[in-house]
Each structure stands twice: as structure tokens, then as C-alpha cells.
């Protein structure tokens, strides 16, 4: 037998353990006798597709991975542009503000400030210890942009490990989605009946910081070979909890690597398109930010490591970088600033605050606008008509999620610069037809990165994820277009194509990890890249049918 069918979670420990396998492989008797895989594939398929609202395809879908593993990560590899949008960003959005009302059964751990002094016994209640490879943890602080969702937060984690086993074949037995409870200030959830987390205001930030040292620690001893993805956390906690740990036990911080590297790589490919278009040369390139939180300063860090790559020094590399807050440009004679943006703030400017963004860009000239603000609509038609005058070929990326918080969408952009656009967006948005010409968005999504990131690291067994590992994700991607997608004007590969690009970006993953001397699986050093490609994609699991 394949898979165990049972509704009680407590025996679907026995289920976690087995490896997931068609059900129409399920003993004789056990189905019905008309039921054969292909045809099961296209009654999935139906049944999804006769569904109006996207929350409901959602719904559809979990309890399809809950009850047919198999089948659910079949049809999602081989429709995947349209399944990422479903199990992922933007309908993950909504499935985190309605996640208490629509819950039918756990799918991952909850661990909360109940349980602190206490947290490894907790742990050990997880099914499936001895396979556990990647969890993905959350305090649902800052989901996407819609802030303080609490233990709703959960279907974040789970939908970035549905896409570690879409995208680069982690084993659906060796992900952990987590979400730590340690209350929230959402006033509506505290108030909700129906609201599933603890009901108490956040924990202050000792007992967060005390909490998180026994939990990691206990992490580490439960699940001695596990990597872990921080995730949406606010700002502050993003930051501090990847410099008080990182050196400690091999994690990352996704919306500050992972969109660091995603975006480079997008960029990247973007300035090769901008430059044929002006002539001006990558080291001219001028950036501006609308954000300056985790995702706006971690995406400025890594262009600035990147410049400094090219030969920059430190100086040079900064000075291509302006970052706009809620209170305008961030510059040294505005007033205090938080710790995490004092790096890239200006001191070339001390004239009265700065706050409209036109008038930014009129005074910076930017080459390339990257919002991660969550202002929807922050990119309007004199922002975009302003990039459009002082650019043969704008770079502008509203990166935001959900949908519903991107600072423009896809046709204003095209429509309001006349076509010339070089955009990405951080949630999907469809094709425009412009002057006769198919025009196609990026997107640019840290989902690019992550799971080849995290299939890499494992195999590796990596103690610690350097640097220069994320970085070399990221030009992993920058390298994957295909001549078919740069005819195309693309500035990222399609998503189809994630397997394989999973597969070499932890190719470079790993090198990257061998050199820094952080790998602990010494015997891939034997192997040549042919060899190593061949191993990572022998590991990859893959449904069966
Ligand atoms: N595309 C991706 O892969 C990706 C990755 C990470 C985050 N994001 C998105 O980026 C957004 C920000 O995430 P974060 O982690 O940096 O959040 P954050 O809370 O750390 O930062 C938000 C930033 O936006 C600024 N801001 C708020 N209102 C503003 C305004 N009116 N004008 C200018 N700036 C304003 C804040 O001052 C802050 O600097 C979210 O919507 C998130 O979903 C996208
Ligand atoms: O979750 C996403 O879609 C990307 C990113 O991690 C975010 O926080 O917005
Ligand atoms: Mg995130």
C-alpha cells in the first residue's frame, strides 16, 4: 500500500511516513473499479477548474495534497503557471486572512509561548523526525504586506514548501511548516471567535528573543539535519534573528537573501535590455527604492555586494543606491533613522524632507525603481510617465504581494510609458499586447530562488549559508534565460522551467558551499559538474504516475 486514507491526524502519522504514491496503486477493493491514474488526473483537473473564486481553488487543493499527495504534485509540476498563483502568492494572501475560518486540518507545527521551557517535547511530536530536511518558519508577524496575522500565518509556510517540492523535489516527508504563536495586535483576530492562535497581544522582545534561543536550540537537537527558511517576519526580528543565528545553524532569512537574490538576478538581466536601449553600462546604473524594510534594504545589500563583485569599491557600490521610506528619502540630516537603513543612507543630500516621488526621481534620475512599500498604486502614471521621459527603457519593479498591494499592475506600466517598460512584479499578472507586440511581465519572486537555494544546502549538508551561496543562486538564475526567452525580452525564465533551474542553481549552491568549506558531504567534492548535475537531479523526487 502507497497511502495510508485516514481523516484522524493521529494516524495520519503512519501516512507522513510513507512516501506518497498513486492511488489508484491502492489495493483491490479499496477503489473503485473504474478509477485509473490518467483519467483521475483529468477529474482533479475538472474539479479544480468548475471552481469560480481562487480561495476556493485553494481550499480544493490543500485537501487534494491531504488526501492524494501524489496526484496534487503531479498536476501542480505539469501546470504549474497555473497552480503557483493558486497554492501560492497572491492566493496565499488570502488564505492567511481567512486561514482560521477556512482550517479543516493541521498541516504542519504550531509552536507557541505556552510552550516555552518545553519546546523540544513538543518538537518530538512531529511524524516524521528522522526525514525532516527544511522547515519553514514563521511568527506570522509581516505576512506579504498585510502585517500582523498571527497563527494565520501557517499557510505561508506551507505554501513555500509545497513549491520545495514542486520546484526542486524535496521530499513532501522532509518539510516542516511552522508557525510560532506568541500572540498578536490584530485587533479584528483577537476579537474573531472563530480566530485559531493564542489570545493575548504580542510577547515584548526579551521574551521573543528568549523564546527563539530555546527554540532554535531545540530545533537543532530534534532535527539534527534540517535547514531553515525564516519567513515573514517584521522587520526588526527579520534582521536580528538572522545575525543572531546564522553563524550558528544553517537558515536563511527568505525575504532578506532569498528577494535579495531574486531581484539582483532580475536586475541583472533587466540592465542588459536598458543598456542595449541607452548605451549606459551596468556601473552607471542608479536605484531607487520605495521601502526600506527587510525586503528593500536586503535587496540593496546584495546589489551592493554585487557592484563591489564588479570591482566598485565599497563607496561607489553604495552611492548607486537611494531608499525611500513612509517620511521620504532616507538621508543622515533627516533625524534618527532605525539601525537597518542607516548603511544606505544619504549624506549627499540635507535639504528639507523629500516626500513625493516624482520629485525623487527628478532629483536622482533613477535608472531602475524597485517598490517593496506595500503602497498600492505608490507607481502612478506621473511616477511611470517621470521614469518613462528620463529612460529609453525604464527598469521598474513593483515587487509588493499580495496583487491587491502592488505598487502598479502590468497594463498601467506598459500603457502609461508607451511600451517601453522592463518590469517584474512580485505576484503574476498577465500578458499585454502593445503596438502589435506581445509584452510579457517577470515575475519577481524570491520562489525562483529559494527552493534551489534549500535543494543545494541539503544536499551539501551545509552548516551555514554563506553569502557568497545566495549569491551565487542568484547569478545561477541570472544565467538561465534561454536565447528563446532574451528574444522574448524576458528578465526571468518560465516558471515550467523551475526544476531545472533549481537543479543548477544548487549545482552553484554547492560549489559555492565546497569553497567556503561549509559543506559537510565532502564526497561531492569527487564529483565534476556533469557528475554533480547528474547526482542533484537523481536526487529530485518526483510523483509517480
Ligand atoms: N517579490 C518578492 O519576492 C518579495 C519578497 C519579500 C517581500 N516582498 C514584499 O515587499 C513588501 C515589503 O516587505 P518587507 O519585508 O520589506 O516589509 P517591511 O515592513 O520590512 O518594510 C516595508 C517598508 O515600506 C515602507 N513604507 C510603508 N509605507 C510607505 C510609503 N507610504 N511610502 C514609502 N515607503 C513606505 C516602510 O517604511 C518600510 O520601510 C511586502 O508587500 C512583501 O510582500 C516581496
Ligand atoms: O511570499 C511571497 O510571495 C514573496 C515574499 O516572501 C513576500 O513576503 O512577499
Ligand atoms: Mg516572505
Redesign the pocket.
Known sequence: MTIVLTPVWTNGVQKLKVEPGPLAKLPRGLTPPALEHNVHRMRCLAQLRSKDKNIEKYIYLSQLKDADPNMFYKICIENLSEFTPLIY?PTVGDACLQYSHIFRRPEGMFISIKDKGNIGKVLRNWPCIDGARIAVVTDGS?I??LGDLGVNGMPISIGKLSLYVAGAGIRPHSTVPICIDVGTDNKAFLEDPLYLGLRQPRVSEAEMNEFMEEFMHEMSVVFPELLIQFE?F??DK?FSFLSTFRNRYPLFN??IQ??GA??LSGFLNAAKLSSAASGRPLADQRILF?????????VSMQLTSFFKLQGMSEEEARQRIW??????LVYDSRGKLAEH?KYFSRKDYDGPPMTNLVDIIDHIKPTALF?????KG?FNQAVIEKMSEINARPIIFP????VS?SECVFSEAVEWSNGKVIFA???PFPEQTHAGRTLYPGQ????YVFPGIGLGAILARASSITDSMIEAASLGLADSLTDEERALDLVYPRIERIREISAQIALSVIRTAQKEGVDKSSDLRQLDDTALLKHIKGKMWNPSS
Open positions: 502568492t509581516r506579504l504586506g515573514d517584521a522587520t527579520a527568505d525575504d532569498g528577494t531574486v531581484v520605495l521601502g526600506a524594510g527587510s525586503a528593500g534594504v536586503g531608499l525611500v521610506d513612509s517620511q521620504g537603513k517598490g517593496l512599500s506595500t503602497m505608490a515587487l509588493s504581494n499580495p498591494l512584479s512580485g505576484s519577481g519572486n524570491n520562489m
